[in-house]
T-cell receptor, first 114, second 114 residues
Framework: KQEVTQIPAALSVPEGENLVLNCSFT??????LQWFRQDPGKGLTSLLLIQSSQREQTSGRLNASLDKSSGRSTLYIAASQPGDSATYLCAVSMTTDSWGKLQFGAGTQVVVTP | DTAVSQTPKYLVTQMGNDKSIKCEQNLGHDTMYWYKQDSKKFLKIMFSYNNKELIINETVPNRFSPKSPDKAHLNLHINSLELGDSAVYFCASSQDGRGFYGYTFGSGTRLTVV
């Protein structure tokens, strides 16, 4: 059974620092991995999608890496801003599932202080 | 705007009532999902429909019944509501049944049962 863990559960950094968010999964037979952002009382916004054959994806200040063999993905956010304050969720879908479904971590709550 | 939209955004109701949540996507996606986010913020899949056909039905009480009148709509009806049903319910969609292109989420429906 796949387990997705995100450490730390919460993180507070001053503005301008780089953010490093970790996601680990126990079963490496993933189909793809997606990082989301959730703002309080709002839905999930997709940040980056990494296919199982890829090592990383980049979008602006965001970079996500994937190491399937070690069961890890890391989301880097460069030069953090107060607007980056949110909960960040990683989710995986499995090759062993006939149909797609996401298995989520519990999230990392990020606060960026001005 | 292309999106996944859910109504209502908030729903407060008494135990024992029956309620429905509606979801519509105008992305042209083939597959739609219902996810539940409990008080601990964990997101778990409930149901999935592909082209109006039920393809995923996780361990969910029979009081929950999804309905997909067409590919663009997926509704969730809940009978005899219980206190434990209080949660945020998210609708999502994916272009294909495996989620190769990732998933798009709605903004959620916060259900409170009193």
């Amino acid at each position: 059974k796949q387990e997705v863990t995100q450490i730390p559960a919460a993180l507070s950094v001053p503005e301008g620092e780089n953010l490093v968010l970790n996601c680990s999964f126990t079963d490496s037979a993933i189909y793809n991995l997606q990082w989301f952002r959730q703002d309080p009382g709002k839905g999930l916004t997709s940040l980056l999608l990494i296919q199982s054959s890829q090592r990383e994806q980049t979008s602006g200040r965001l970079n996500a890496s994937l190491d399937k063999s070690s069961g890890r993905s890391t989301l880097y956010i460069a030069a953090s801003q107060p607007g980056d304050s949110a909960t960040y969720l990683c989710a995986v879908s499995m090759t062993t599932d006939s149909w797609g479904k996401l298995q989520f971590g519990a999230g990392t709550q990020v606060v960026v202080t001005p | 705007d292309t999106a996944v939209s859910q109504t209502p955004k908030y729903l407060v109701t008494q135990m024992g009532n029956d309620k429905s949540i509606k979801c519509e996507q105008n992305l042209g996606h083939d597959t739609m999902y219902w996810y539940k986010q409990d008080s601990k913020k964990f997101l778990k899949i409930m149901f999935s429909y592909n082209n109006k056909e039920l393809i995923i039905n996780e361990t969910v009480p029979n009081r929950f019944s999804p309905k997909s009148p067409d590919k663009a709509h997926l509704n969730l009806h809940i009978n005899s509501l219980e206190l434990g049903d209080s949660a945020v319910y998210f609708c999502a969609s994916s272009q294909d049944g495996r989620g190769f292109y990732g998933y798009t989420f709605g903004s959620g429906t916060r259900l409170t049962v009193v």
